[in-house]
Structures are given as structure tokens and as C-alpha cells.
């Protein structure tokens, strides 16, 4: 959330994120027995074996000053990650989790929704800075993965807290569209689109999306109109064009230096001048960064480090999707089909924003293995116990063994 960027003097600089990682490291110490068999999880595997790469690639780093710099402010991303995936033990645990996330995230969906609407937007939504959300398009990114969240865990409440999350939603639509990311916004309308066709209220929110745009349309204002169709004509467009330029780039990187990568933060202009000196050309010398999430893996880590990092992210889908189907006929593990639903939402969102923007290092994907790998275990716990089911759902379940045994056989 980095509320101490909304705060004055020291507080700003003050290290809450360290403190409070050392709380929780603290409290493990005092806790029950670790959620072991959460980290011996397929999605936890390739986030371990991304890491590796990511040291592999410091050692041979073009720039190793700087890449191991970066390497410990990754390595942090990794350590909460399994620290979380040891800790979340039960649904509840979960849940907390899961809000702390959606209103830390939402918060600034909200005060950027209402910066947005209170200037017709024509002013640009940003996000905390330094944070890694602070660009436009990184609090585009950031917020798309929020609304799944948002939605799904408002119907899961009520009362005021329901009423929040909602609120959250609703102004976190004008804020992403307000960041003038176009990403975002291509990203935006298709999880929206997945929420509605999902609903069993679908045909009643069609048609309140449909009035509801015809009555907006009229206040939107024309540069943002024009920065959308943009896309259309992208061959026409220098900013877009320069992207493809600078892909074209990092290939070339990339089979220089295919098992190790360039390491963390290759970018200069001795790399530009080096592999790509047209593009220095070409945009004057400015030096772009890569505005791709799956390039900047391949080229700053390797063949090896892309790799890792397409199977975390696929693990964690596939799962979400064996969760929803071990799941389908267990009441009280509803809830864990709505969050499997969610969380794959929330990783498309990454994966569509992720195609136009650097966020490889975001907190929220890896906080997603945390969290499915948890649920796994949850599952497979909980389905142990019911001593009830039928010998053909048995053999129809993934999670169900020959010698009855719950587990999961991806595993």
C-alpha cells in the first residue's frame, strides 16, 4: 500500500517494509510447525528455480554491481513469498490475506478513481512514488490484478465491508482508464468482460455496462479517446513502434547471451550501441527499457530464467483449474473455487499488462503461488477427511490416489 508516501518528513522514509518483515520472520519463530508440504508445490518449485537463475545471472552480469543490487530487492520478493506460503495454513488465514492485498491495492484505485472523475480526466493517474507502482502504467498494472479481488471478494462479504470493496471496484474502472495506459486499459476490458460472462447476473450487467458507456461517453475526454485508437494505428505510432524496436533488441541480447542472461538492469547505451546502435538512431538516444515482462525475463536471465518464470506462472493456472474441479461438488470448499477463479483473473490481467510494461518484479504473482499452493494443501487435507465419497468420484479425482491417499498428482 505504501501509506508513508502519503505521509510528510521522516515517516516517508521511515522502513515500515522492513519492520514488518522482521516481525513476521519473528512471529515464524513462535508459530506452529510450517506449512511444509505448501512449499513443495510445483507453482513453489518454479519460483525457487526462477530465483536461481536470477543468482545465475548476477554471477555473470554485464553490469554485476548493479545486478546484485537488484538481485537482493528479488531475492526479498522470493523470501516473503515462501514465508507467506509456510504461514497460510486455513481459509481464514487466507481470507485476511487476501483483503489486505485487495484494499492495500484498491486504495489507490479509489483516490485515483476520484482524482480521475474530479478532474474530467484530463490529468494522468499515478501511482506512490518511488514505489514499483509509481508509473502510470505500473499502477495500471497493478490495479487490473486488483479487480478480480475487489469483485469477487465483495460477494464473499457483507455489510460495510462489502459496501467497500464495491466502492474500491467502481472508482478503480475511471482510475485504470485515467493512467492513459493503453495496456491497462486493454487489459482492464478483458477481465471485466471474464467477470461479466461469469455472473450469473450476466444479461443484467451487459445491459448496465451498455447505458452506463453511452451515458459516460460524453464526458471522456478527446485526448484519451485519441490515445486509445492509437492502438489501432500502431504502425503509425512512434511510442508503440519503439517497443517493437526495442524487442527486436532485446533478441538479440538475448542469443548472445542465452544460458546466463545479461543480468539485472543490462540496460545503457554501450548495450544499445553494441546490439541495436539503429535504435539510438532512430529515437534520438533515448534508452528504453524493455516494456515487456517476458522479454526483460529472457534477456536479463536466460532461456533458463523465461522458462521458470512461463511454468510458475502456467503452474499456478493449471492448479487454480484442478482446485475448481476437485472442489465442484464440496460445499464448504466453495470459497476455494472463488478464489481459484480470482486469482486466475488477476493472472491474466498480469499477463495481457505484462506484454507492454516492466513489472517482472511485482509482488502479487508470486504472492499468487503463496496462495494457490496453500489452497492445494487445504484441499487436499479437507478431502482426506471425507471418508463419504463415492468410489467413481474417487477415481474421478486428480487429487486421489490408489491407496486413498489426497494429493495432487502434478505434483
Known amino acids: 500500500m505504501y501509506p508513508h508516501e502519503l505521509a510528510w518528513s521522516f515517516a516517508q522514509t521511515f522502513p515500515v517494509a522492513k519492520l514488518s518483515a522482521f516481525s513476521v520472520m519473528g512471529g515464524l519463530l513462535f508459530s506452529p510447525t510450517g506449512n511444509g508440504a505448501a512449499l513443495r508445490q510445483k507453482e513453489n518449485i518454479a519460483m525457487l528455480l526462477l530465483w536461481c537463475t536470477f543468482t545465475i545471472s548476477s554471477v555473470f552480469a554485464i553490469y554485476p554491481d548493479q545486478a546484485w543490487i537488484k538481485w537482493q530487492d528479488a531475492s526479498k520478493l522470493i523470501v516473503m513469498s515462501v514465508l507467506a506460503t509456510m504461514l497460510l495454513r486455513e481459509q481464514k488465514q487466507i481470507k485476511l490475506f487476501l483483503l489486505v492485498i485487495a484494499l492495500s491495492i484498491g486504495f489507490w484505485g479509489f483516490k485515483g478513481g476520484l482524482f480521475g472523475l474530479a478532474t474530467g480526466g484530463q490529468q494522468i493517474v499515478y501511482g506512490p512514488e518511488p514505489s514499483i507502482m509509481g508509473a502510470n502504467n505500473a499502477i495500471g498494472l497493478a490495479l487490473d490484478m486488483c479487480v478480480p479481488l475487489l469483485w469477487y471478494l ?222 492445494k494443501v487445504i484441499v487436499s487435507r479437507e478431502l482426506s477427511k471425507d471418508r463419504a465419497e463415492s468410489p467413481k468420484d474417487r477415481a474421478e479425482s486428480p487429487y486421489v490416489s490408489d491407496r486413498d491417499t489426497v494429493h495432487f498428482a502434478a505434483t
Not at 251 to 280: C, H, M, N
Not at 355 to 369: A, C, G, I, S
Open 154 to 375: 465483495a460477494s464473499e462479504e457483507k455489510g460495510w465491508l462489502k459496501r467497500l470493496l464495491q466502492g474500491f471496484f467502481f472508482l478503480t474502472i475511471p482510475a485504470v482508464m485515467f493512467t492513459y495506459s493503453r495496456g491497462s486499459t486493454l487489459a482492464l476490458t478483458v477481465v471485466l468482460l471474464l467477470i461479466i460472462l461469469k455472473s450469473k447476473y450476466r444479461f443484467l450487467l451487459i445491459f448496465a455496462v451498455l447505458i452506463g458507456g453511452m451515458a459516460a461517453l460524453p464526458f471522456i475526454p478527446q485526448k484519451w479517446l485519441e490515445r486509445q485508437q492509437s492502438v489501432v494505428a500502431f504502425g503509425e505510432d512512434a511510442s508503440a513502434m519503439s517497443r517493437v524496436d526495442n524487442w527486436k533488441f532485446c533478441w538479440r541480447v538475448a542469443q548472445e547471451y542465452p544460458l546466463t542472461g545479461a543480468g539485472f538492469d543490462f540496460q545503457s547505451r554501450e548495450i544499445f550501441e553494441k546490439f541495436a546502435p539503429e535504435f539510438l538512431v532512430k529515437y534520438h538516444g533515448k534508452v528504453w527499457n524493455t516494456h515487456n515482462v517476458f522479454f526483460s525475463m529472457l534477456t536479463s536471465h536466460g532461456f533458463p530464467g523465461l522458462i521458470a518464470f512461463v511454468l510458475m506462472i502456467v503452474f499456478c493456472l493449471i492448479s487454480c483449474t484442478q482446485l475448481k474441479w476437485a472442489v465442484r461438488r464440496v460445499p464448504d470448499l466453495a470459497w476455494v473455487r472463488t478464489y481459484s477463479e480470482m486469482i486466475q483473473l488477476s493472472l491474466l490481467a498480469f499477463v495481457i499488462n505484462g506484454m507492454f510494461v516492466n513489472m517482472e518484479y511485482f509482488d502479487l504473482p508470486y504472492h499468487w503461488v503463496s496462495v494457490i499452493a496453500s489452497m
